[in-house]
């Protein structure tokens, strides 16, 4: 699950933090994340779970103890906490959650994206940028688009015979 792909060849690289309020990882949200590892869809750089106390503290927690049932055989994590996350990074992750809840730290890469990327570079283009769009970035951008359908019946526009 932590192998990379081969040599210098990376796709996008993202981070993803999640919070589980009741301080353990559903099977079927881990289940998802194997499937997707599986499919080649992305592969596991790093891998860890944060848990921040009660009191405030903030400890590290084993994959076999954030995940309710976890399978046995959790040998094809062996690899997955990679160091990429630094204890300052863990700090951080549990200093941002709530006493008595788990953070997931997933670092992964959209590995689906080589083969396209190989097509592409096969053909004599390469690839010039990649980035990350935010979600709310993008529902505002469409909201604006909708705001500015001429096609739109609520268009005051399509009662000055602007629009046909």
């Known amino acids: 699950m932590a192998t990379t792909t081969d040599g210098d060849?990376?796709?996008?690289?993202?981070?993803?933090?999640?919070?589980?309020?009741?301080?353990?990882?559903?099977?079927?949200?881990?289940?998802?994340?194997?499937?997707?590892?599986?499919?080649?869809?992305?592969?596991?750089?790093?891998?860890e779970f944060v848990r921040r106390t009660e009191d405030g503290g903030i400890e590290?927690?084993?994959?076999?103890?954030?995940v309710a049932d976890a399978p046995d055989d959790l040998g094809y994590l062996l690899g997955a906490s990679s160091g990429l996350l630094d204890p300052d990074d863990i700090a951080t992750v549990g200093e941002s959650i709530e006493p008595g809840c788990l953070a997931g730290v997933l670092v992964f890469e959209h590995v689906w994206i080589l083969p396209m990327a190989d097509a592409v570079q096969?053909?004599?283009?390469?690839?010039?940028?990649?980035?990350?769009?935010?979600?709310?970035?993008?529902?505002?951008a469409l909201d604006r688009l909708e705001a500015d359908d001429p096609a739109d019946p609520a268009d005051p526009r399509r009662d000055e015979g602007q629009v046909v």
């Open 122 to 140: 096969a053909g004599g283009a390469r690839v010039l940028a990649a980035a990350r769009v935010d979600p709310a970035d993008l529902v505002a």
């Open 9 to 47: 060849r990376l796709g996008p690289v993202e981070l993803l933090v999640i919070e589980f309020p009741r301080g353990q990882v559903s099977g079927a949200g881990f289940a998802t994340m194997t499937e997707l590892v599986d499919r080649g869809v992305i592969a596991v750089l790093d891998l």
């Open 60 to 66: 590290l927690v084993d994959v076999a103890d954030a």
